[in-house]
């Protein structure tokens, strides 16, 4: 299936508010969804399904709500991809699951490792759209984690990001995103799931393309599939979220799912924040930093990552490295200071070494962890955050979509 056959699709369901800053992404990415049961034949893909839906699944066709559990383990924890290896399940069962159901994985389209490690995947979905995933490895390479996309594109269009300049948009399904975690295990060969203590794959942070918040129900769908002790069985303390300050909607993960929390502050005062991010304006500090306070769970054996890219001269004073120490004050937290990763067509530098240094040292001084986020992968544009290179592909491709969208370059602002 070609993106000339889904684009106006996506195109039509995605819709601009008034103030201009909150573009609602598709709710659900139904069209990718159809898409993909088009190309099985009809059959439903069983990755992304919760429990209940599964049982409901497996009860359409007359089976007892005991063959969840072993279907589950045989998905998620030995990581089969056919029925045919369910060897604990009659033939005839193989078989008429077989005829109704897949179990999909993204295609891993590209796949690069760099010299330290850090191995990159180009995921294509059954729709034709892409999305990145990062395998970061620790500096022992023993664990390391697995950074994930939650949408294709994404609506905030933060003023550094490269990622909010995708037009195109949509949602990823649960079955997207648990799929790059199963794909990057794949890749590894890292099935059955092991014990938490032997994991190369060892933690996931949804640091990928997309506001997580943005696509709350199929992340937290998601996120749910990945921690059952059945399946994956990753801890979720191993987990990290990353917003950009979706306050309503960091409220309803602390309640529902309680994973890490990381916070992309980039800016000590709301006028230089709105000025770079525009969920500022709907979502100001003071409402931030109240929902950082009352994140359950925070405390300083777990403390909120405050994420902070380093833009020259426009965040990265002594004076603002002090004023962010105020805004954070009796918060558990930790930085985590990122130089700007340059795009072509960005409008900022990043801080020079010596600034970042005297940044991350005058923030320690006021008593925070400030560590300086190292770049990795550079030999492969791994950044994790600014996923989409701008790699002559990619920007012929995205002139390809807004072509067959409709959209021309006025439309974009
Ligand atoms: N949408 C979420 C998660 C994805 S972005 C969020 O904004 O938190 C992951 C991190 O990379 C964020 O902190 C984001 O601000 C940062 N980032 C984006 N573009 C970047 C760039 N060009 N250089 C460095 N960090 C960047
Ligand atoms: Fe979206 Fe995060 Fe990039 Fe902002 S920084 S545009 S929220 S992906």
């Known amino acids: 299936m070609t993106d000339a056959a889904t684009a106006p699709a996506f ?32 059959k439903r893909d069983l990755i992304g399904l919760s429990r209940e839906e599964l049982g409901a699944a497996l009860a359409e066709l007359g089976e007892k709500p005991f063959r969840v559990k072993q279907v589950w383990q045989w998905i998620y924890n ?44 180009l995921m294509r979905f059954a729709d034709g759209k892409e999305a990145e995933t990062v395998y970061i490895p620790d500096m022992d ?3 390391g984690s697995v950074c994930i996309s939650s949408q294709v594109g994404c609506t905030l269009t933060c003023k550094f990001c490269h990622t909010g300049t995708q037009l195109l948009v949509r949602n990823l399904s649960s079955a997207e995103i648990v799929g790059q975690f ?15 203590e032997s994991r190369l794959l060892s933690n996931i942070v949804m640091m990928g393309m997309g506001e997580p918040l943005y696509n709350y129900d199929n992340v937290v769908k998601a996120l749910k599939i990945l921690v059952d002790g059945d399946g994956i069985a990753l801890s979720r303390r191993r987990i990290t979220l990353s917003t950009s300050g979706v306050v309503p909607e960091m409220y309803r993960l602390g309640a529902d799912i309680n994973v890490n929390l990381a916070v992309s502050l980039h800016a000590p005062t709301d006028e230089i924040r709105s000025r770079i991010m525009p969920i500022n304006k709907k979502y100001p500090l003071a409402e931030l930093m109240k929902a950082c306070r009352e994140y359950p ?12 890219v380093m833009l020259k001269d426009v965040n990265d004073s002594d004076a603002d490295a002090r004023e962010l120490a105020r805004l954070v004050k009796g918060i558990p937290c930790k930085f985590n200071l990122i130089p700007f990763n340059a795009w072509p067509g960005s409008a900022f530098e990043c801080s020079s070494w010596n600034r970042i240094h005297r940044f991350s040292d005058l923030l320690a ?9 190292m770049p990795r992968g550079r030999d492969i544009l791994a950044a994790c ?19 067959e969208a409709g959209i021309t370059d006025d439309d974009h602002d």
């Open 141 to 143: 390479q023993t664990r």
């Open 385 to 403: 955050g600014q996923l989409k290179s701008a790699s002559e592909r990619e920007r012929k491709s995205l002139l390809k979509a807004r072509l």
């Open 182 to 196: 199963m794909a990057a295990r794949d890749s590894y060969g890292e099935w059955p799931s092991p014990t938490d």
């Open 78 to 121: 030995r990581g089969v991809t056919d029925f045919a290896s369910m060897s604990s399940l009659s033939k005839d069962l193989r078989a008429k699951l077989d005829e109704h159901f897949v179990i999909r994985r993204p295609v891993r389209q590209v796949e690069q490792t760099s010299e330290d490690g850090t191995r990159k995947w």
């Open 297 to 308: 769970g925070v405390s300083n054996a777990r403390r909120i990552t405050f994420e902070y």
């Open 365 to 373: 001084d006021l008593g925070f962890t400030a560590p300086i986020r």
């Open 11 to 42: 195109a039509e369901t995605n819709s601009t508010t008034d103030d201009g800053i909150e573009k609602l992404p598709l709710q659900a990415s139904d069209a990718a969804t159809r898409v993909a049961a088009a190309a099985d034949h009809g």
